[in-house]
């Protein structure tokens, strides 16, 4: 598998650095057959182009090992926490024979498949799971580096964008806010995803732990006030709501947001996730507040009506294509309501300008 993985790099490494750039260079003298200048890209000589695709490459590949580093942490805490047990002290270890694991076998993704998923010691399986919430987060920290920080905050409400000049500008000018906004985002996401995975147990997760997290992402937006993307007075600022100073109106965008978040979770919850139990139903209100706290209310209501549009939609769907859906344990159907709700979250971060002008915020 590990063998498998490094060709498939290759492969992706050869196609984004020598086949997309042709194949935008005819899509673009297709879509514009009277301009005679290209983008500053395509109009890079051969030699420089490859080297700026290269490097592109490796920066996001990097951002993908650094989220997959936080999955593995994030595995951590979704199954100690629950049980009252310390992330402080005690390092990874088989569950089974309780060796601990090496740096190697601990490396995220790639100490897995290079153990092929058994333990080295006792040789018996290590869950898949660990794998795949390393690969998730891995994927939304990286989606998030090109979308936020390789294209210069193109995604982003109300933000100057640099366009495909980001990579340079964070190298040789670092962008602080920008900068920012992605932590606080991807941390966001892998908190979401570690929920989602946590929802498999049957004991919830603190509160109390969630809320100073979700108040410490959002906290940026009170010191840090041009983090906040979009103001929580729009579309409405015509009703003269606004005026409270630059960081009254970050900490109302914080306040309005969590209760939005929550207050739409728990309404929510009666619906789609009554019949998941306490743990499922808890975990789903909090993630909605975590939402709304880090993304204000305008986000938390377009995500949560959005993913559960998609839900339910696809449920019926896949249970008249696989009549074996009835017999999928609870934690399964819970982590399908809450994959349409991470996955239209990252799609909300993708196109969040679009969305914004469409909804009337900008």
């Not at 997290?213 to 606004?242: N, R």
Request: proline share 6%; aromatic share 12%; net charge positive.
């Amino acid at each position: 598998m590990l063998m498998t993985l490094m060709v498939s790099l290759v492969i992706v490494y050869l196609f984004y650095v020598l086949v997309l750039p042709e194949v935008e260079l005819i899509v673009f003298r297709l879509n514009n057959p009277k301009k005679r200048f290209l983008p500053p890209e395509l109009e890079m000589k051969w030699a420089n182009r490859t080297m700026l695709r290269s490097c592109e490459f490796l920066f996001v590949g990097w951002f993908f090992y650094f989220g997959a580093s936080i999955g593995s942490f994030l595995n951590v805490v979704a199954w100690r926490v629950p049980e009252g047990r310390t992330i402080v002290f005690g390092g990874s270890k088989c569950p089974f024979c309780d060796t601990h694991l090496s740096f190697i076998d601990n490396t995220p993704v790639l100490g897995w498949l290079y153990l092929q998923g058994k333990c080295r010691t006792c040789r018996l399986p290590i869950a898949p799971r660990y794998l795949l919430i390393e690969i998730a987060v891995g994927l939304a920290f990286m989606w998030l580096a090109l979308w936020q920080l390789v294209r210069g905050g193109a995604n982003l409400p109300h933000w100057h964008t640099f366009g495909r000049e980001g990579l340079v500008n964070i190298v040789l000018d670092p962008p602080w806010p920008l900068i920012s906004i992605y932590l606080v985002h991807a941390g966001m996401f892998g908190i979401l995803i570690m929920l989602a995975t946590a929802n498999t147990g049957r004991k919830p997760f603190p509160v109390f732990s969630l809320v100073l997290i979700a108040l410490g992402l959002a906290s940026a937006k009170i010191i840090y006030p041009a983090l906040d993307v979009v103001a929580w007075d729009l579309p409405f600022v015509e009703t003269g709501l606004t005026g409270f100073g630059p960081r009254a109106n970050p900490a109302m965008s914080v306040l309005v947001g969590a209760l939005a978040g929550g207050l739409i979770g728990w309404v929510s919850s009666f619906v789609f996730a009554r019949g998941f139990g306490s743990v499922i139903g808890r975990h789903w209100v909090l993630q909605c507040f975590l939402v709304g706290t880090v993304l204000g209310w305008q986000s938390v209501v377009t995500i949560v009506v959005l993913s559960l549009i998609v839900y339910a939609v696809l449920r019926p769907a896949h249970r008249m294509i696989s009549p074996k859906l009835s017999n999928w344990t609870i934690a399964n159907q819970s982590l399908g309501l809450n994959a349409c709700f991470i996955i239209t979250a990252m799609v909300h971060q993708t196109f969040w300008s679009q969305l914004a002008h469409l909804l009337g915020l900008i």
